[in-house]
Antibody, heavy 117, light 112 residues
Framework: QVQLQESGPGLVKPSETLSLTCTVS????????WSWIRQPPGKALEWIGY???????NYNPSLRSRVTISLDMSKNQFSLKLNSVTAADTAVYYC???????????WGQGTLVTVSS | DVVMTQSPLSLPVTLGQPASISCRSS???????????LNWFQQRPGQSPRRLIC???NRDSGVPDRFSGSGSGTDFTLKISRVEAEDVGVYYC?????????FGQGTKLEIQ
């Protein structure tokens, strides 16, 4: 079955760029939408955005000015970049596949990114 | 953004007893195609969220039939008919009708 795995630095300095990659195994990254979600400590889950191999991308308006999601078909990966980070961007970041009901399944295991100097 | 409000936020339950979680949205979740994109997720301690139910009441394969979802418009409910120890965790509702899609705050179910 399809599995997702996030990777990237666990510590990012304020004002720098957070970069994460999600590697998809057990299936092709084509034909589906793929998403990034985050969960700050003690707070609710938040959709960051989603991407389709056709080029369709949608970002949460609250992050649109700082976020870029991209996809690499050759590597079966998709990526997240969030620039000008602050402590408020400290969160567990998840990647997930988007289902036909705009639901999320499966999810990656999540990776904690801390923004601190 | 559509605000999803769950209640209660903490739910102590005795093993074998039923449990119910309410989720209310600030706008109707009926999409222009007639579907209602309200989904439920379970997050067990130390694990990623797992989809339980999509489109209000469609249970995922492998999800025990003691879990059921219901509701319409802006008012939705997740019910567990008889709580088991493996049900401990946080439950989230999520709307996939209006972008940006949004989650409830989560309901923490524990065994009392």
């Amino acid at each position: 079955q399809v599995q997702l795995q996030e990777s990237g630095p666990g510590l990012v300095k304020p004002s720098e760029t957070l970069s994460l990659t999600c590697t998809v195994s057990g299936g092709s990254i084509g034909s589906y939408y793929w998403s990034w979600i985050r969960q700050p400590p003690g707070k609710a889950l938040e959709w960051i955005g989603y991407i389709h191999y056709s080029g369709t991308i949608n970002y949460n308006p609250s992050l649109r000015s700082r976020v870029t999601i991209s996809l690499d078909m050759s590597k079966n990966q998709f990526s997240l970049k969030l620039n000008s980070v602050t402590a408020a961007d400290t969160a567990v970041y998840y990647c997930a596949r988007v289902g036909s009901a705009n639901d999320l399944d499966p999810w990656g295991q999540g990776t904690l990114v801390t923004v601190s100097s | 953004d559509v605000v999803m409000t769950q209640s209660p936020l903490s739910l102590p339950v005795t093993l074998g007893q039923p449990a119910s979680i309410s989720c209310r949205s600030s706008q109707s979740l009926v999409y222009s195609d007639g579907n209602t994109y309200l989904n439920w997720f379970q997050q067990r301690p130390g694990q990623s969220p797992r989809r339980l139910i999509c489109k209000v009441s469609n249970r995922d394969s492998g999800v025990p039939d003691r879990f059921s979802g219901s509701g319409s418009g802006t008012d939705f409910t997740l019910k567990i008919s008889r709580v088991e120890a493996e049900d401990v965790g946080v439950y989230y509702c999520m709307q996939g009708t209006h972008w940006p899609y949004t989650f409830g705050q989560g309901t923490k179910l524990e065994i009392q």
